[in-house]
């Protein structure tokens, strides 16, 4: 347990534990008809890339925090999205009555 605390945890396994993430974030997203679980997969993939950027700037620069910024970037943008896309959610909830991917058609004539 004290070797993991020291920081001997090999990059591979953060990489691999980001393209899970990320791999189960796109099969979400490309399998759901239902919106607010294709929020989620986005929220997924994110969560993929920011511990890719921490984990290459640790493992790169460990002195400086770009991997950081660039995290705390991503996760103000996912917020972001996350309360627009719910807010959007909602209105064609209230007026569709469903949250079906498959059913909004909006956009057509």
């Known amino acids: 347990m004290s070797?993991?605390?020291?920081?001997s945890v090999p990059l591979e396994a953060y990489?691999?534990?980001?393209?899970?993430?990320?791999?189960?974030g796109v099969w979400g997203l490309i399998n759901s008809r239902n919106a607010v679980r294709v929020l989620m997969s986005i929220e997924l993939m994110l969560n993929g890339v920011n511990i890719n950027?921490?984990?290459f700037s640790s493992y790169v620069d460990g002195d400086l925090i770009r991997g950081q910024v660039f995290a705390v970037f991503v996760i103000?943008?996912?917020?972001?999205?996350a309360a627009v896309?719910?807010?959007i959610l909602l209105?064609?909830?209230r007026n569709r009555v469903t949250?079906?991917?498959e059913r909004f058609n909006l956009l057509r004539w």
């Not at 103000?76 to 999205?81: F, Q």
């Open 99 to 101: 949250v079906d991917m």
């Open 3 to 7: 070797e993991l605390l020291n920081g």
């Open 85 to 87: 896309g719910l807010a």
């Open 15 to 24: 990489l691999l534990l980001a393209a899970v993430l990320f791999c189960t």
């Open 76 to 81: 103000t943008v996912a917020a972001a999205e």
């Open 53 to 55: 950027l921490m984990a």
């Open 91 to 93: 209105s064609l909830y």
